[in-house]
Nanobody, 126 residues
Framework: QVQLVESGGGSVQAGGSLRLSCAAS????????MGWFRQAPGSEREGVAL????????YYADSVKGRFTISHDNEKKTVYLQMNSLKPEDTAMYYC???????????????????WGQGTQVTVSS
């Protein structure tokens, strides 16, 4: 089991930026594929960005391409999400996810990840 702790959420005006962090601890060998999902009230959880730590491949939802960047620091076992040009529709609870299955790291954003963080709230006002 791996534990995931998110940080960096907050409130920002449209056009602003935030950087989310997700630190993994425990059995981190199961965190090969890591990334971010989000869920707005009344909506399903949707994929935002994923990265496979061992080949560096990244995957983004169409709605965030060109605005969000996912990166990772293998030494720190941390994945980041730099969010620029934020829009009110980006408002959601953002969840970090991790799994050791390479197949989960894809642009289809399957949701059956083994480990999930508690979430960090991002609120973008117009």
């Amino acid at each position: 089991q791996v534990q995931l702790v998110e940080s960096g959420g907050g409130s920002v005006q449209a056009g602003g930026s935030l950087r989310l962090s997700c630190a993994a601890s425990g059995y981190t060998y199961v965190s090969s594929c890591m990334g971010w999902f989000r869920q707005a009230p009344g909506s399903e959880r949707e994929g935002v960005a994923l990265t496979y730590r061992f080949d560096g491949n990244t995957y983004y939802a169409d709605s965030v391409k060109g605005r969000f960047t996912i990166s990772h620091d293998n030494e720190k076992k941390t994945v980041y999400l730099q969010m620029n040009s934020l829009k009110p529709e980006d408002t959601a609870m953002y969840y970090c996810a991790a799994d050791n299955r390479r197949a989960l790291c894809s642009s289809s954003f399957p949701r059956d990840f083994t480990s999930w963080g508690q979430g960090t709230q991002v609120t973008v006002s117009s």
